[in-house]
């Protein structure tokens, strides 16, 4: 009698064909995060050896084929790894593959190189390191144990992620604003205060007073960063996604403002906001263009650390003496189970490239960081924490990454919502890019390199002529579905935002879409770099 298994991720027993060459015991499970979930056409993982420890293909034992749920053109990951390995950023390699389960044909799946030794050997000319996968985490302090180690020594990596993490918290500088200080704090009922909360001189008297972070938790997370004084769940659950909040500090000497070290702004926040200084906006994430006491954020955050933001262009609005720190918190939307504004400002004079360099290679880094940014991969490391690989090279000493989940690339948007100030060149999100592009040599560093990537390696003719060879490769074994879907002319659900796409070439990855991507893209980012890095 059958057994139910433990879950759709546990390995079970299965007889396979590759091509004529049988293999009757391997082991085989579903694969896949929520984007590419589904119950029909799964993505599959194969172990050769699970059951035979001699069992093997070409040298390799793990086989990975995805269903291209969020890709209907079924190009993304064939083109950009191998724009990844052109450009000298190792990828996996890419190729396709007619799936049929027990004689159900599911149609063309993308054939991708499971990221184990081989591909390590192959790109680093070693597999002695230490491999590990980061699924929606990032190297946030507390964080260190949730990568999952796949290759290696896992003592020696998790040391160096631990120092890495470390690394991005940065030295003790002179804190102007300290992330516990007091404040008060106002939940907007109405527009009376809109022209002048943020300024200096404006009475806050009969506002709420806390302690630095305020916001609101409804189930586990935020609770030990909300004082007491500062939980507004009463005033905004449910009611309202703004929140008004000012903190006065000092300045004791003129000398402390016009220092040489830079002026940082330290934001941890769930899900959005705007920082005004002495009354100037200096620093906002995603906010609205059109902002009022009424406004949401237009995308989710996870607070997972202070994110870092220079400011020092703005040092001229400091003064000897009082200073307000003014912040309108937003949050996603009203039934949220959770909202977060923790602020500090310090000046500093830690180098975060020289540390980080420690312990990443840079030149690597700025390579799979640039490609990101140009791919428009808004599901990867630096945009979302999520589908990336990293190998701590032992004949470096350092790490590296590589990407991984690229279905959604090609796209100049991110289907998770989007931040209207967020440019199209740059993804900023994880930690070590985010810390990064608060530098303004590394902005130049990351400009120099993606700008490289265009002249040498972004060939519009010779990118659509691959799509055009692969359409011609892949029609006469698309099942109904994947040909409408390629030529966007059905509904597609779009898994991550939870509703049906309808009309012509509607789904982002449509052929035409892909097509129109390749074609834009080096005028869209030259457009938005021409005068250097955008900075908000």
């Known amino acids: 009698m059958l057994q139910p298994i433990d879950s759709p991720y546990t390995y079970v027993g299965a007889s396979i064909s590759i091509d004529g060459f049988e293999f009757p015991q391997v082991g085989i499970r ?3 995060f929520f984007g590419s979930q589904n119950s029909y056409r799964p993505s599959l993982k194969i172990k050769l050896n699970h059951f035979d420890k001699k069992g093997g293909i070409g040298g390799l034992t793990n086989l990975t084929f995805n269903n291209n749920q969020q890709d209907s053109s079924l190009m993304s990951q064939f083109m950009s790894y191998a724009l990844f390995n052109q450009v000298g950023s190792p990828a996996p390699r890419c190729a396709y593959a007619k799936v049929t389960v027990n004689g159900n044909n599911l149609g063309i799946y993308s054939h ?30 507390g964080w260190e144990g949730s990568f999952e180690k796949e290759v290696g020594e896992d003592k020696l990596g998790r040391e160096k992620i631990k120092q890495l993490i470390q690394a991005l918290q940065g030295g003790g500088g002179n804190i102007l604003l300290s992330s516990k200080a007091s404040g008060r704090g106002w939940v907007p009922t109405d527009s009376q205060y809109d022209e002048n909360w943020i300024q200096l001189n404006f009475d806050d008297s009969n506002w709420k007073k806390g302690w630095n972070g305020a916001g609101y938790e409804k189930r586990e997370g935020y609770q030990s960063w909300i004082s007491n004084e500062f939980d507004f769940s009463t005033q905004m659950y449910n009611k309202t996604n703004s929140l008004y909040l000012r903190f006065l500090f000092e300045i004791q000497t003129l000398e402390q403002t016009i220092s040489n070290d830079e002026l940082i702004l330290g934001m941890k926040y769930d899900d959005g906001f705007v920082a005004y200084l002495n009354g100037y906006r200096v620093a906002a994430s995603n906010a609205p263009e059109k902002l009022n006491w009424v406004s949401k954020a237009t995308a989710s955050h996870e607070a997972t650390g202070l994110d870092l933001i220079n400011i020092s262009q703005h040092k001229d609005k400091l003064q000897p003496g009082k200073n307000m720190l003014a912040i309108q918190g937003l949050n996603v939307n009203v039934n949220s189970s959770d909202m977060l504004i923790v602020a500090e400002i310090q000046l500093s004079d830690y180098d975060y490239e020289q540390e980080i360099g420690k312990l990443i290679d840079l030149d690597a880094f700025y390579r799979f960081w640039a490609l990101e940014g140009l791919l428009g991969f808004w599901d990867g490391y630096s945009a979302n924490r999520n589908n990336y ?6 004949e470096t000493d350092k790490f590296h990454f590589l990407p991984w989940g690229a279905d959604s690339l090609f796209e100049k948007f991110s289907r998770l919502g989007d931040d209207p100030q967020a440019p199209i060149s740059v993804k900023t999100q994880g930690l070590i890019a985010q810390r990064l592009y608060q530098i303004k040599s ?43 879907a390629m030529r966007g002319q059905q509904g597609i659900l779009n898994q991550v935002l939870g509703r049906w796409e309808k009309g012509e070439n509607k789904h982002p990855t449509s052929l035409s879409s892909i097509r129109n991507f390749i074609r834009n893209r080096r005028s869209e980012i030259m457009n938005e770099i021409a005068n250097g890095m955008p900075v908000r």
Request: charged content about 35%; some cysteine; aromatic content about 10%.
């Open 30 to 32: 579903k694969k896949g």
């Open 442 to 484: 590394c902005r130049k560093r990351y400009a120099k390199t993606l700008k490289g990537i265009l002249d040498k390696h972004w060939k519009e003719e010779e990118l659509l002529a691959e799509t055009a060879r692969l359409e011609v490769l892949l029609k006469p074994h698309l099942i109904p579905s994947q040909e409408r």
């Open 112 to 141: 991708v190189e499971t990221v184990r030794k081989p591909l390590l050997k192959r790109a680093f000319g070693n597999d002695e390191g230490v491999l590990y996968e980061g699924t929606v985490v990032d190297f946030a302090q």
């Open 389 to 394: 690989f990293f190998y701590l090279n032992p």
